[in-house]
Nanobody
Framework: QVQLVESGGGLVPPGGSLRLSCAAS????????MGWYRQAPGKQRELVAA???????KYADSVKGRFTISRDNGKETVYLQMSSLKPEDTAIYYC???????????WGQGTQVTVSS
């Protein structure tokens, strides 16, 4: 059974940085593209960044140049380094497999990111 466990969120001031982690189990991690999603209050969940199994990446326009997605296949973990954070980045962040849309119907608990002074 697939399990995705996100961590690393917190409260940071505008301009701050955070590094999120998502540990996966129950899947052949290296065979999947992985993505980070976020959901802000009252908004739909959106794809923020994705990384292919070969390491290629893509980003939402709103985070390009500020966020970096990476993966460690040995640790079966995907990361999201977030810099120059803005209040509009405030959301619960989740990970899932897939390049364009989430593959797994079940989600982890997510990790809350709050950007506020």
């Amino acid at each position: 059974q697939v399990q995705l466990v996100e961590s690393g969120g917190g409260l940071v001031p505008p301009g701050g940085s955070l590094r999120l982690s998502c540990a996966a189990s129950g899947i052949i991690f290296r065979s999947y593209a992985m993505g980070w999603y976020r959901q802000a209050p009252g908004k739909q969940r959106e794809l923020v960044a994705a990384i292919g199994f070969s390491g290629n990446t893509k980003y939402a326009d709103s985070v390009k140049g500020r966020f970096t997605i990476s993966r460690d296949n040995g640790k079966e973990t995907v990361y999201l380094q977030m810099s120059s954070l803005k209040p509009e980045d405030t959301a619960i962040y989740y990970c899932n497999a897939g390049w364009n849309t989430p593959i797994f119907g079940s989600w982890g608990q997510g990790t809350q990111v709050t950007v506020s002074s």
